[in-house]
């Protein structure tokens, strides 16, 4: 079964940073590309970066250099670390695995973890 759980969320000021972690389970974690999304009120979710299970990353335009994804194989998990951050990013961040079913690839969510920027 797959389960995704994120973490470390909170309120924070504009300029500061957080580091948001997604602990993985039910997957070969290795091979599997990992994504954060993000969601605002009355927004679509949105991707904010990904990574390769080769550890090749891809970022929104919005959040090149202030935001890292980066990922720890050994504890199957993966991180967004949030640096100067905006009142715009406010949202509820979302973690992502896409895995092959017989349907195709089938998106797997976690619970999401809130992020909001004060101004």
């Known amino acids: 079964q797959v389960q995704l759980v994120e973490s470390g969320g909170g309120l924070v000021q504009a300029g500061e940073s957080l580091r948001l972690s997604c602990a993985a389970s039910?997957?070969?974690?290795?091979?599997?590309?990992m994504g954060w999304y993000r969601q605002a009120p009355g927004k679509q979710r949105e991707l904010v970066a990904s990574?390769?299970?080769?550890?090749?990353?891809n970022y929104a335009d919005s959040v090149k250099g202030r935001f890292t994804i980066s990922r720890d194989n050994a504890k199957n998990t993966v991180y967004l670390e949030m640096h100067s951050l905006k009142p715009e990013d406010t949202a509820v961040y979302y973690c992502?695995?896409?895995?092959?079913?017989?349907?195709?690839?089938?998106?797997?969510w976690g619970q999401g973890t809130q992020v909001t920027v004060s101004s």
């Open positions: 992502n695995v896409k895995l092959p079913t017989i349907v195709g690839l089938t998106d797997y």
């Open positions: 990574i390769t299970g080769g550890g090749s990353t």
């Open positions: 039910g997957i070969t974690f290795s091979r599997r590309g």
